[in-house]
């Protein structure tokens, strides 16, 4: 129980092996979080749930990986005319998807197994489909998670040059259209991920205005490895058996469908009409709330009573309850959401939660047009 339940405390700062600790600090805990993480522990001993290693999980991850693995299979070994080859890079596309939201992400966030080795494993497969797990736990498990939505510290809300989703970035005159354009322009984000992102912040050691110890020994192996790897899955192989404007095509295809997939579902939790983009206080830098509270008035859920949505987004439409819980197993977000729902209303902590995806969709299309519009402050 101790080790699922554990989260950044009051004032925190995220701390690795290697000493690396960041600037801002929250407000001390109101009580909110220390009676919050009470009750669901309470639940969880009451039910007898299995904070990690479930056997939901394990079943889960042999599907999705089947499924990637015979996609990948028959796009590249079987398939041989346009029609056939289309709907298999689809496919593909969403599996790689899929590895994402389920696979890596509990693995990453030590929320798979309770064995560090399989988390680890786990963690891996976004190397396998051309991440970097180390990468993606400084950008999202330590930065993302504990800055939500801080413009500057949180980079999942940076998009660069090509949008502005927080009121503290500054606007261009194009964006005015970007509640049109960036939805194809999900799609390029995944080519970018593979082609400069992870190099650049290998290169500078900065995410956005976090500093982060760059891999060294093994962690740089793998990162190297997983590059090479991911290399001869995407490109190498197909070659020996396609020209190469077909597995270029194809590619942009598959990885266009991942890109879209993945921006627009994380997209839906918090850059949305009711997440709040909190600044820091300008004299002493630290935050005006405490961290659980930042946590959730930055955070919006959305249909959290469709299964199916649920099964396929790895749970990541219970945004709250993984931002306050990281290291639970997602399948175990439904059980412990009402808890964390009515704890927010009896602590006056706001608890949003879209109804369904296409309301949560509409939202953050609503939202790249007001921070696109002209003098949009927020």
């Known amino acids: 129980m101790q080790v699922a339940m554990k989260t950044p405390g009051p004032g925190a700062r995220p701390q690795d092996d290697e000493g690396t600790e960041q600037r801002l600090k929250f407000a001390p805990d109101s009580g909110f979080h220390r009676e919050l993480r009470r009750r669901v522990e309470s639940l969880i001993r009451e039910r007898g749930i299995r904070e990690r290693d479930c056997p939901r999980m394990y079943l889960k991850t042999a599907i999705v990986l089947a499924v990637f693995a015979l996609s990948y299979a028959l796009l590249v070994f079987a398939a041989s005319t346009w029609w056939q080859a289309l709907p298999l890079a689809v496919l593909l596309g ?3 998807a899929e590895i994402g939201f389920n696979i890596q992400h509990d693995g990453g966030h030590k ?12 963690a891996m497969t976004l190397d396998l489909v051309g991440g970097s ?9 330590v930065f993302h998670h504990m800055y939500v939505n801080v413009a500057d510290h949180d980079t999942d809300i940076d998009l660069g040059i090509f949008g502005r989703l927080s009121p503290q ?6 964006y005015r259209w970007q509640q049109w354009y960036l939805w194809p322009l999900y799609g390029l984000m995944a080519i970018k991920w593979h082609f400069y992102d992870d190099y650049r912040d290998l290169i500078t050691g900065r995410m956005g205005a976090n500093r982060f110890p760059r891999p060294r020994g093994w962690e740089l192996v793998l990162f190297v490895g997983g590059k090479l790897t991911f290399l001869a899955i995407a490109f190498v192989i197909p070659l020996l058996l396609h020209p190469l404007w077909t597995v270029l095509l194809f590619y942009v295809i598959t990885v266009g469908v991942v890109g879209v997939t993945l921006s627009v579902v994380f997209q839906l939790a918090h850059a949305v ?3 709040h983009f909190p600044v820091p206080l300008p004299d002493t830098g630290r935050m005006q709330e405490p961290w659980a509270v930042h946590q959730v008035e930055a955070t919006v859920d959305f249909a959290r009573t469709n299964r199916l949505v649920s099964w396929l987004v ?3 439409n219970f945004q709250i309850e993984h931002h306050l819980f990281p290291t639970l197993s997602h399948v175990n977000y439904p059980a412990i959401a009402a808890v964390v729902e009515r704890t927010c209303r009896e602590f006056d902590v706001p608890y949003i939660a879209n109804p369904s995806f296409h309301a949560a969709v509409a939202s953050h299309y609503r939202w790249l047009k007001r921070m696109g519009a002209a003098g949009a402050a927020g």
Do not use: C, F, I
Not at 111 to 122: F, G, I, P, Q, T
Not at 133 to 141: D, F, G, L, N
Not at 169 to 174: C, D, E, K, L, V
């Open 314 to 316: 790895g749970g990541l």
């Open 133 to 141: 797990s180390y990468m993606w736990r400084w950008k999202h498990v």
């Open 273 to 275: 009409e009711d997440a």
């Open 169 to 174: 970035q500054p606007r261009r005159a194009a």
């Open 94 to 96: 969403l599996a790689t």
């Open 111 to 122: 929320a798979y197994s309770r064995h560090a080795w399989v988390n680890k494993l786990m």
